[in-house]
């Protein structure tokens, strides 16, 4: 059998390994029985992730708001009227969901782009419903000059 002469990569010494076809050895047969952590080299450890507050966090901040995406879709809601409706409340729960943190950055992505389109929805749903008053309004008043 042929013996083939090694380097340790823990102590660096030479051993002598016979030759195979497998993997060839790394470690002497002290390092590889021994789980001396002085012997071995310092496994890496991750490093320790400083966690810093998002932007709109730190909006939040400035404005005094715990909730800065809430509190502008509300304010947006109110203002088209539309808050009070079954788009309004998909909305603000939307947005409870975003200020709420937590998600990946697609999840996060995935969760803007669904409240934009509700927003659109509710502010097209006032705009319909604008529209809808203006045609009754007329109609009663036109049905009020027919019959005067």
Known sequence: MKV??????????T???PLSRGRPPIRCPKCRHNPDPLRRKAVRSAPALTVLPTAAERVAEAAG??????ALVQAELSSAGTLET???AIAVSLARLLDAGGHTASSAASLARELRATM??????????DALDTMAQRWR???KADGA
């Open 4 to 13: 083939k002469a090694y380097a340790c990569v823990d102590c660096h010494t």
């Open 120 to 129: 659109a929805q509710a502010c097209k749903d006032e705009e319909a419903s």
């Open 141 to 143: 008043d036109r049905r």
């Open 65 to 70: 708001h715990a909730e800065p995406v809430l």
């Open 15 to 17: 051993f002598q390994h």
């Open 86 to 88: 079954s788009t309004g």
